[in-house]
């Protein structure tokens, strides 16, 4: 896995979805990061559903936080709805954090 990746997650890891204690990466809301050549990253991830409250904000806040990783030139940042999140798609980590 590259060094940019490797930061771009531990960055993903400081957001948290404000209604569940839990990072959106453990929360399973990051469906792919891929960095190509000239360090751009694409993302894909959901929300836990499109009524969430935060559909407007937390997009925008993961992107820009990416954007300050260093040596990364750009994020595009797709929201997508399919598959649809549940909770299967949660980390050991953070069912444990959640008592599930």
Known sequence: MSDIKNKVIEEIKKIYDPE???NIYELGLIYKIDVDEKNKVNIDMTLTS???PV?????NE???NIK???GV???NLNLVWEPPWDQDKMSEA???ELNL
């Open 20 to 22: 569940i204690p839990v």
């Open 50 to 52: 499109p009524n969430c």
């Open 55 to 59: 559909a407007e904000s937390l997009p």
């Open 62 to 64: 993961v992107k820009e």
């Open 68 to 70: 300050k990783v260093d």
């Open 73 to 75: 030139s750009d994020v």
């Open 94 to 96: 953070a069912k444990l």
